[in-house]
Every structure is written in structure tokens, then in C-alpha cells.
Nanobody, 122 residues
């Protein structure tokens, strides 16, 4: 199983980025996908998750209203649209997979992917 995250980069405060997570070796029909992030000298934290059919989503309070997670049914890719980025959003973002959106929110991750760095300048 591989979860490949991409789309990170450098952006100014107020700007946008779109992250993508491509899954291989994994059947996405019955699994939730989520994003975590880890800022320098901070613990890893939950960002957002989406159910297998794209209907259910969960967001952390810190990104609610600014980030949007999406997927197509049976698609092998999940996107995270990040708008109005702020310097505190600077972190390595990790794509993950788990049993459900709330499992991921609790940190119960089945698969971890590699991260992609997002840097937001002030």
C-alpha cells in the first residue's frame, strides 16, 4: 500500500494550494482518507477526513471553513483544497487511510503516506 501526497509548496499568506493523495495497492471502496500535519517542534495533528463515498467529512476547528477535502466515488485520489492559508498552516502534510472519518479524527490511522511540505510566508 502506498499513499503518495503531492502539491505542497511555498505560498504567501492568504493564498491557496491544492494537495493530492494518490493511493496504490489499496481498495478505496470501503476506506476513509484523511490528512494530518506536523509543524516544526509540534505534535502531529488531524486536519480533515472523508468517507469512502465522499459523503461524510470531518475537519479540525483550525481549518474549518478554509480547507475542503474531496474525492470521487471509487477514485484513487483525494484532494485537499486549502484557501486563505496562514503562516500557522506551515507544516508537513501527510495523507492517511483508515476505517472511517472519525477513526482518523481520533488518530486511529491504518496507513500513513509520505508527507508534502507546505510553507506559508507572512
Amino acid at each position: 500500500v502506498q499513499l503518495q501526497a503531492s502539491g505542497g509548496g511555498l505560498v504567501q499568506a492568504g493564498g491557496s494550494l491544492r494537495l493530492s493523495c494518490a493511493a496504490t495497492g489499496l481498495t478505496l471502496d470501503n476506506i476513509a482518507i484523511g490528512w494530518f500535519r506536523q509543524a516544526p517542534n509540534k505534535e502531529r495533528e488531524f486536519v480533515a477526513s472523508i468517507s469512502w463515498n465522499g459523503v461524510g467529512t470531518v475537519y479540525s476547528d483550525s481549518v474549518k471553513g478554509r480547507f475542503t477535502i474531496s474525492r470521487e466515488i471509487a477514485a484513487t485520489a483525494v484532494s485537499l483544497q486549502m484557501d486563505n492559508l496562514q503562516p500557522e498552516d506551515t507544516a508537513v502534510y501527510y495523507c492517511t487511510a483508515g476505517k472511517g472519518t472519525q477513526f482518523l479524527q481520533r488518530g486511529e490511522v491504518t496507513y500513513w503516506g509520505q508527507g508534502t511540505l507546505v510553507t506559508v510566508s507572512s
